[in-house]
């Protein structure tokens, strides 16, 4: 059973940097492509990062320049590099993936991830 688990999430002050990992396991593990969102209380899931089939990067307007998105394919493990955070990064962080039967619709459509992490808490203070 393919899984994805999201960890590097912590409290940090604006101006600040975390590194977000996501690992992938299990026989099936073969993403075709994968991204990160996010989502803070109250509001809707946002995209904020992601790579297609071929690895090249997406990102939202509001995290460019700021975020870094990348893989390592032989450890199973995509990063989110989050560095001059801001109060209004604040959210909770998911990572997703196609395996499978999925699609890789254009970011940051995210209807075509078939499989989630539990998401990892990032808060910012100002």
């Keep these: 059973q393919v899984q994805l688990v999201e960890s590097g999430g912590g409290s940090v002050q604006a101006g600040g940097s975390l590194r977000l990992s996501c690992t992938g396991s299990g026989s099936g593990y ?36 700021r975020f870094t998105i990348s893989q390592d394919n032989a450890k199973k493990t995509l990063y989110l590099q989050m560095n001059s955070l801001k109060p209004e990064d604040t959210a909770m962080y998911y990572c997703a993936a196609v395996i499978g039967r999925g699609v ?17 808490q990032v808060t910012v203070s100002s």
Excluded at 30 to 55: K, S
Excluded at 104 to 120: E, I, K, L, M, V
């Design 104 to 120: 890789c619709y254009t970011f940051p459509r995210s209807d075509g991830y078939n499989y989630w992490g539990q998401g990892t």
């Design 30 to 65: 073969r993403p075709y492509c994968m991204g990160w969102f996010r989502q803070g209380a109250g509001e809707a899931r946002e995209g904020v990062a992601g790579v297609d089939i071929d690895g090249v990067p997406t990102y939202a307007d509001s995290v460019k320049g």
